[in-house]
């Protein structure tokens, strides 16, 4: 079956830390992943997608295939980067799967 | 234009009331979704539109009937609902070019609550 899992539902860092979410999928195929953010009261939205391979406010992912693994890694979090992060799968076509999410808390 | 609006904000209705959520894009894609989040829940998809006709539909009970009059619109009308499909629907649209994904892009969701 085709699944995302996202193991932390809550992370809590300090500002200037790093910051690493993890994320986890089945599929015996090639996928698309990506990560997609909603900040507090916005509106979810596209924070990078791995066959682009850029780096976004920071934020870089790097898909693993032997570990199947798609974790979003930051080297130093930011205050404003406070926002609940998801990890979603496309096996192709219009179906995405969402992972549960991890609300990420950054201290100042 | 590269929002996806959707009305209303917030609808409340009670279990007989017949309701429609809009949904509008510009950005000429041509695939559009409905999505309905709980809270603290990832959301979860509903209905495809591919160019206006119904792609695909997640079994979701009849009491939802989406529609879209065309390639700009996405409507999900509402009858006789029941209080567990309050939460949050979102509405989505994205690219549409077969065998591919794109990124989606999502409106701000409509709040219902079913009394």
């Known amino acids: 079956a085709q699944r995302v899992t996202q193991p932390e539902k809550l992370l809590s860092v300090f500002k200037g830390a790093p910051v690493e979410l993890k994320c986890n999928y089945s599929?015996?195929?090639?996928?698309?992943l990506f990560w997609y953010v909603q900040y507090s009261r916005q509106r979810l939205q596209l924070l990078l997608r791995h066959i682009s391979r850029e780096s976004i406010k920071g934020f870089t992912a790097d898909l693993n295939k032997g570990e199947t693994s798609f974790h979003l890694k930051k080297p130093f979090a930011q205050e404003e980067d406070s926002a609940m992060y998801y990890c979603a799968l496309n096996t192709g076509g219009f179906k995405t799967i969402f992972g549960a999410g991890t609300r990420l808390f950054v201290k100042a | 234009d590269t929002e996806v609006t959707q009305t209303p904000k917030h609808l409340v209705m009670g279990m007989t009331n017949k309701k429609s959520l809009k949904c509008e894009q510009h950005?000429?894609?041509?695939?559009m979704y409905w999505y309905k989040q709980k809270a603290k829940k990832p959301p979860e998809l509903m209905f495809v539109?591919?160019?206006?006709?119904?792609?695909i539909n997640e079994s979701v009970p009849s009491r939802f009937s989406p529609e879209c009059p065309n390639s700009s619109l996405l409507n999900l009308h509402l009858h006789a609902l029941q209080p567990e499909d309050s939460a949050l629907y979102l509405c989505a649209s994205s690219q549409d070019r077969r065998g591919r994904s794109y990124e989606q892009y999502f409106g701000p969701g409509t709040r219902l609550t079913v009394t």
């Open positions: 950005m000429g894609h041509r695939a």
């Open positions: 539109y591919s160019y206006e006709k119904l792609s």
């Open positions: 599929y015996s195929g090639s996928p698309e």
